[in-house]
């Protein structure tokens, strides 16, 4: 058993809607069908006892659904929330495609790597320590899954139907697209001031500026050394804290200090801190923790320091070792509750109580293992948000706003918040920017606070989702046309446009990336970029294949056609029937309910694509009487057709007419390849709610040429002659240009000549049909050998293109020449008054130079 070619699915995929990780598993005769290898599963079912049954599974079931239904199981004993998986036979023997979900892709690839490991046991009869399998998942997924904090924001965020990415392996989250983005790292949002946050850092000037605003704070100083911290402690009066000045977490704080001894020990480990250390008066009373976001109070909990409670059996490290086994209880910040740690301040603590980690405390003897209250070191916390008396909350918040805090983790030593902190003489100890969540989401004791959506909440008024309209284009044909002419629309009407395409990236009409930027990371960039309120995304087959799509639904998904026989036998897409699956993926992620799928009715596999949408429907033909659209039409329905010398957009009674005359795109109505994009075009536009005026400005205004859309029927004027560039590269879109020139006049005299090349990665029959098609339409060829042959022997593809103009119609004059420029230059040069020439480029951008250097030269 081989597995390779393993992938991520980043987004909405061929298989599902699931993040997933794609392998190919190939097998032996015997790994085939698991009956064969006598003991397999049940040395399988020994090393995984928890493996689930594979009587889902229809008959027979190969090793590659066992590695499948492991990879997943493995990752669901290890606590990922993960339900899909699929294994799907491919046309060559033996071979399949396994699909499972994951929740973080480190985690789901580590997994599979065990599984294998787990299968391959169970094949030789070697170990597996499941075990070990399930730790080393369990501390991977824990060290590189959000932590509860950026967790409950998360999720909160994905209540409200808001789209998120994670930026980093840390907590740095976008949510939202283009300008309405926002972003959040932990429990701190892009708004959170970093004059504020490095205020609230520095404990000696959070406290001077709490008192100045009559904010009850506890006095103290900075101190030089151990020698002065007892200085200033005896000025304060005893018992002090003493803590660095710019730590978190509690780290380094040492609390109730009342000896020399004690301050020094004390001053130590603040210095390990921070090289500034502060003494302040102790305020007798409760640890607690309030949570502010914006002007309200949302969150309070009364904190406890960690500790132990006697049975008379048990010693202290034994207790705590009870306490540390709770399922809630981990290493870090990831789980809910953090292990107790009997570290050299816990011992001091025991120390103090005239205890060691050996002591064994008498039954219902409480022990206190430290004197700060944090969950980071231990402490549990009870939720006290009910109780909190108004004028307390009032405080709070205005210690906030003192600071400049939108989000603010306020620790405070009181009695009980049920009363003003003034008339208990408690005070606020200090402001804590990107405070942890854990004790209000989790508490120990109480009810779990929602406060995930307070922040977001706070981040994103009036139930707003973030997002901005996004187009998505897929087909064989016209893509990049059609995605361009959205995109000229939308500008039309006033957005901030980001595009991809085969030709790159662009944000308001200015290219910021080049090459074929169809895929998904490029949609992604464009949904990043802080000026965009419009995505219009050409969606292509391959990047689809190789990790899903970039965004998590569409407002519109438009698919111009399904041509045949383009990019068969890739990556196991071996009909033109699982082409369309593929390109249906935009189609199956419309917006429910308010999206639109725009279809080419005249194409039966995209007409079918219908079915598969969860939004509403726009169909669009030529041919206004096509069942389809007859159909759709007399349901009410929106269809755009070509009706005598106009688009016309209709739904019911309501009717939109635009004449081909003032379209340039297609010529006056010559054409009709360019009338379908158009239609594509002013359906998606309708479907975005448009201004008809707009979309009437915006298709006046688009022509043709090289600079709007390189390779795309761009004409040039030369010596009399007329020649075309375009990138047509399958045979279908070879059909478009041939019927488009044949139906313009030729004057006596004139001649049609064809400059062609072909792509080596496409199959024979689909290289000699494209020549084969022209061969009926012009006279004279020039085929060429482009730069890179893609698996090609030298010359191969040249005696394919002339194979296919055998037996044609018109084809009269062959030549043949190397490299794309010399054949632009051979052709130009025989071209004479009256002629049409069509170039099929292949390096659009240079190839279109160097005719418009031709052209200009004369």
Request: one cysteine or more; charged letters at 25%.
């Amino acid at each position: 058993m081989e597995i390779s070619k393993t992938r991520a699915l980043r987004g909405p995929n061929l298989w599902s809607r699931h993040t997933s990780i794609e392998a190919i598993v190939i097998c032996n005769d015997d790994e085939m069908d698991i009956s064969r290898l006598p003991g397999f599963e049940a040395r399988l079912r020994e090393r995984f006892p928890a493996l689930a049954p594979f009587s889902a599974y229809s008959s027979p079931v190969s090793a590659a659904h066992a590695v499948e239904l492991s990879t997943l199981c493995l990752q669901s004993q290890a606590g990922c929330p993960v339900t899909f998986s699929r294994t799907s036979k491919t046309v060559e023997k033996g071979t399949y495609q396994i699909v499972i979900e994951y929740s973080e892709e480190d985690v789901g690839r580590m997994a599979l790597d065990l599984a294998r490991e787990l299968c391959s046991s169970a094949l030789t009869g070697m170990s597996f320590d499941i075990g070990n399998a399930l730790r080393r998942l369990r501390e991977l997924d824990e060290d590189i899954r959000l932590g509860p904090s950026t967790a409950s924001i998360v999720r909160a965020a994905a209540v409200r139907n808001i789209p998120y990415r994670r930026l980093t392996r840390g907590s740095l989250v976008q949510f939202g697209w283009g300008k309405r983005q926002r972003r959040i790292q932990a429990a701190e949002t892009d708004m959170t001031s970093a004059v504020a946050e490095s205020i609230a850092q520095d404990k000696e000037l959070t406290k001077k500026l709490l008192q100045a605003a009559g904010v009850p704070t506890p006095v103290g100083r900075p101190v030089e050394n151990a020698e002065d911290a007892w200085k200033a402690a005896c000025e304060i009066g005893l018992p002090v804290v003493i803590k660095p000045r710019d730590g978190n977490q509690g780290k380094g704080v040492t609390v109730n200090l009342t000896t020399c001894e004690q301050i020094g020990d004390a001053y130590a480990a603040a210095l390990k801190i921070s090289s500034s250390v502060l003494v302040e008066r102790y305020v007798s009373g409760q640890d607690h923790r309030l949570l502010v976001i914006g002007d309200k109070l949302v969150a309070a909990a009364r904190r406890e320091p960690p500790a132990v409670v006697g049975d008379g059996k048990h010693t202290v490290a034994q207790l705590v070792e009870q306490i540390n086994s709770d399922p809630r209880r981990g290493d870090g910040h990831a789980t809910s509750l953090t292990k107790i740690r009997l570290d050299s301040i816990a011992i001091a603590c025991l120390s103090n109580q005239g205890m060691t980690v050996e002591s064994i405390p008498s039954r219902g003897e409480r022990v206190v293992l430290r004197n700060n209250a944090n969950l980071s070191t231990g402490g549990t916390a009870t939720d006290v948000t009910d109780d909190v008396h108004p004028d307390f909350a009032a405080r709070a918040i205005a210690a906030a706003q003192t600071i400049g805090l939108d989000i603010a983790g306020i620790d405070v030593v009181c009695n009980s918040v049920l009363r003003p902190l003034e008339e208990q003489g408690g005070g606020i100890l200090e402001l804590n920017a990107a405070p942890g969540l854990r004790m209000h989401l989790y508490p120990s004791y109480g009810k779990g606070r929602p406060v995930g959506e307070a922040i977001v909440s706070s981040m994103f008024a009036n139930g707003g989702d973030a997002r901005i309209p996004v187009v998505a284009v897929a087909g064989t044909n016209g893509k990049t046309t059609t995605v361009r002419l959205i995109a000229h629309i939308l500008g039309c009407g006033g957005h901030s446009v980001g595009m991809t395409s085969t030709d790159g990236i662009y944000i308001q009409g200015r290219r910021i990336d080049t090459g074929d930027c169809s895929g998904p990371k490029s949609a992604r960039n464009v949904l990043c970029h802080p000026d965009v309120d419009a995505a219009v995304l050409e969606t292509a087959r391959g990047g689809i294949l190789r990790e899903g799509i970039g965004f998590d639904r569409c407002d519109v998904a438009v698919v111009t056609n399904i041509g045949n026989g383009d990019h068969l036998g890739l990556s196991y897409i071996n009909t033109v029937e699982d082409i369309s699956v593929v390109k249906r993926v935009i189609v199956q992620n419309v917006c429910p309910e308010t999206g639109f799928a725009v279809l080419n009715a005249a194409d039966p596999m995209v007409a079918s694509m219908e079915e598969a949408c969860p939004g509403k429907v726009i169909f669009f033909a030529s041919d206004c009487a096509h069942p389809v659209m007859a159909m759709h039409h007399a349901r009410g329905r929106r269809v755009v057709f070509l009706g005598g010398d106009s688009i016309v957009a209709s739904e019911g009674s309501f009717e939109q007419r635009i004449p081909l005359r003032d379209i340039p795109i297609t010529l006056n109505g010559a054409i009709a390849f360019q009338i379908e994009n158009v239609m594509a075009a002013v359906a998606a536009a309708w479907a975005l709610a448009i201004d008809w005026e707009i979309i009437r400005l915006g298709l006046g205004g688009f022509v043709a040429d090289a600079q709007t859309t390189p390779g795309r029927f761009n004409l040039f004027k030369y010596r009399g002659a007329t020649l075309i560039a375009d990138y047509g590269h399958n045979p279908d879109a070879v059909q478009a240009l041939a019927d488009a020139i044949e139906r313009m006049p030729v004057p006596a005299g004139g001649r049609r000549t064809a400059v062609i090349s072909g792509a080596g990665d496409r199959r024979d029959d689909d290289i000699r049909r494209q020549t084969r098609i022209l061969g009926d339409v012009f006279d004279c060829f020039i085929l060429y050998q482009d730069q890179c042959q893609r698996g090609r022997a030298d010359g191969e593809v040249l005696v394919l293109l002339e194979q296919g103009l055998k037996n044609t119609k018109r084809a009269s004059d062959i030549r043949k020449v190397r490299g794309e420029f010399s054949a632009i230059d051979m052709a130009l040069e025989g071209l004479k008054e009256n002629d049409v020439c069509l170039v099929l480029v292949d390096q659009v951008e240079e190839a279109l130079a160097h005719i418009a250097r031709r052209v200009a030269a004369g």
